[in-house]
């Protein structure tokens, strides 16, 4: 599932679509990394010979947006970095 880096750095909940069609909402918890996989239980695939389902597993992809800034956002999302680095 593709997020932005916002989301990723807050937290979100996304729509994920299931294997059989069935729709999921999944919490993508905060400081979530690129690559991240998370896991929805008993809705993957069948097991052999069985009733039972494995877990669907969901990569996370996060999305650099390429901004045209303005200097006012420019200065935020600097001050954001400064109070980010100093944690």
């Given at each position: 599932?593709?997020?932005?880096?916002?989301d990723?750095?807050?937290g979100?909940k996304?729509?994920?679509?299931?294997?059989?069609?069935?729709q999921?909402e999944?919490?993508?918890?905060a400081?979530?990394?690129?690559?991240?996989?998370l896991?929805?239980?008993?809705?993957?695939?069948?097991?052999?010979?069985?009733?039972?389902?494995?877990?669907l597993?969901?990569?996370?992809m996060?999305?650099i947006?390429?901004?045209?800034?303005?200097?006012?956002?420019?200065?935020?999302?600097?001050?954001?970095?400064?109070?980010i680095?100093n944690?």
């Open positions: 599932i593709k997020i932005n880096a916002w990723a750095m807050t979100c996304v729509v994920v679509n299931g294997l059989d069609g069935a999921f999944l919490k993508i918890p400081g979530t990394q690129p690559g991240s996989k896991r929805i239980r008993d809705n993957g695939l069948f097991q052999l010979r069985s009733d039972a389902r494995g877990s597993i969901v990569n996370v996060v999305e947006p390429k901004l045209n800034l303005t200097d006012e956002l420019e200065k935020l999302i600097e001050a954001a970095k400064v109070f680095n944690e």
